[in-house]
């Protein structure tokens, strides 16, 4: 079994960085792709970035630019460093690691608000 633990959440406002942290431990024969999703009140969870074990990058459109995804192989641990924060990317954001299967983090409250 994988455990993902996430930390970083919280509010902040307009304008201003978060950084979200995705520790996985556990039984980790390999990990392909870690990523985080985002899901607001009353809309589809939609993925935020993802970086595969190459180092492939992939980036919602409306994040490019301000958000920004890194991992660190050794740890088995994925950051997601937010700036220039907006209220529309208030949303829980939940960490995904691929391997064998997918596995979900419990998800990290991330509101933006003046």
């Known amino acids: 079994q994988v455990q993902l633990v996430e930390s970083g959440g919280g509010w902040v406002q307009p304008g201003g960085s978060l950084r979200l942290s995705c520790a996985a431990s556990g039984s980790i024969i390999s990990i392909d792709a870690m990523g985080w999703y985002r899901q607001a009140p009353g809309k589809q969870r939609e993925l935020v970035a993802a970086?595969?074990?190459?180092?492939?990058?992939r980036y919602l459109d409306s994040v490019k630019g301000r958000f920004s995804i890194s991992r660190d192989n050794a740890k088995n641990t994925a950051y997601l460093q937010m700036n220039s924060l907006k209220p529309e990317d208030t949303a829980v954001y939940y960490c995904?690691?691929?391997?064998?299967?997918?596995?979900w983090g419990q998800g990290t409250q991330v509101t933006v608000s003046s």
């Open positions: 995904i690691v691929t391997g064998s299967r997918d596995y």
């Open positions: 970086i595969s074990s190459s180092g492939r990058l």
